[in-house]
């Protein structure tokens, strides 16, 4: 019963709230201090060129309040948002704006988003018309951002009071780990420990026929450098086999850890693990907790399996990663280390996000 009345309650309040509501600018609340002060001496003099004054000062107070109300009156609103937006990258948040009066146009709104810290702005939107308006906001960490209420804000015409007007759209966005974290190329079949930056590859001859070479990259195997090349090209090639561009690439990201930097770096491994796949060209698969994505080639793989890490939660008590082939065949990453795996990245618990992530 008294949750019930509670959410009523509040659904109430925040009908009546979105309504609207004004407030004082510094500049109105100096100038409304003044007329009442004029006001006093008009009544305590009886001075008729201070009652004109104080009249003259009403007025502009009243048509700065119907003009503010006009602005932000009958009109209606859509939010664009993008599919998604990867941690630290630019999110250009678009809205449609439609003005439903006959004959007023509306100037000078902005638009907030409660939870946002960048706002769009509006210069004109003409009577039975419609204009556009942009926000860009940046995240910093990965996860679900929910959005809730559109805030239509104006001081039109004087700058004296500030109108705002709510509305409800529902709505989120979802933000995608890093996918460029320099990882070492796993080899799956060792079941070694080691590092981010150490490599764990069998010696040479187990990983397929060769195929060709190509640049080197952060985190391969130093004994798959090919140095006569190297030294023609000056600069470290690496050989390719036909193994690395065929076999599925099964990924276990192991989510018993507390949510510490160190698991978001955890995270951003798996994304560039899976990113690195499929720009290889080779099928990807993941387990996390209780979630299995199933091999699959291809951008929509990749964002399949970004927007599972964008949810993911780290807890102690979460399930072990359960792959539905050998896990020998996979590679787990983790924050502290696990074993039964046929390769493992751990990323170590004093792990950190880069400065501007962490910010």
């Known amino acids: 019963m008294i949750p019930a009345l509670l959410a009523n309650i509040k659904r109430a309040w925040r ?10 600018t510094s500049g109105g609340l ?93 210069a004109h939107v003409p009577a039975g018309g419609t204009a556009e308006a942009r926000s860009t906001n940046r995240f910093v960490r990965r996860g679900i951002y929910p959005l809730s209420t559109v805030t239509l804000s104006t001081a039109f015409p004087f700058g004296m009071f500030l109108k705002q007007r709510d509305i409800e759209i529902a709505g989120e966005v979802v933000v ?21 930056g150490v490599s764990a590859r069998g010696a040479a001859g187990t990983t397929g026929e060769y195929r060709s070479l190509r640049a080197y990259r952060p985190g391969d195997d130093p004994r798959d450098i090919h140095w006569r090349s190297s030294a023609r090209l000056r600069e470290p090639v690496i050989r ?72 993911v939660d780290f807890l102690p008590t979460n399930p072990a990663p359960s792959p539905p082939v050998d896990p020998a065949s996979c590679v787990l990453v983790c924050v502290e280390g696990g074993s039964g795996f046929g390769d493992v990245l751990a990323v170590g618990g004093d792990a950190q996000l880069d400065p501007e992530e962490a910010a």
């Open 240 to 311: 390719e086999y036909e193994r690395d561009g065929a076999e599925t690439c099964w990924m276990c990201l192991d989510t018993r850890a507390e949510p510490t930097d160190a698991s978001e770096v955890a995270v951003e491994v798996a994304a560039s693990l899976a990113a690195r796949a499929i720009a290889e060209g080779r099928p990807v698969a993941l387990a996390a907790g209780d979630v299995v994505i199933e091999p699959g080639e291809g951008p929509g793989q990749l964002e399949r399996i970004l927007d599972v890490l964008a949810r």
């Open 176 to 196: 995608w780990p890093r996918c460029d974290r320099p990882v070492r190329t796993p080899s799956p079949g060792g079941g070694r420990i080691p590092r981010l």
């Open 15 to 24: 009908k009546l709230r979105g309504w609207r509501r004004i407030s004082f």
């Open 30 to 122: 100096v100038f409304s201090i003044g007329a009442l002060a004029v006001g006093f001496a008009a009544m305590n003099t009886g001075n008729n060129l201070l009652y004109l004054l104080l009249g003259s000062m009403l007025g502009f107070i009243t048509v700065s309040g119907w003009l503010s109300e006009q602005a932000i009156w009958k009109l209606s609103i859509e939010r664009h948002l993008p599919r998604a937006v990867t941690v630290g990258q630019p999110m250009r948040l678009g809205y449609h704006v439609r003005n439903l009066k006959r004959w007023l146009p509306s100037l000078t709104v902005e638009i907030f988003e409660e939870g946002l810290p960048q706002s769009a702005f509006l």
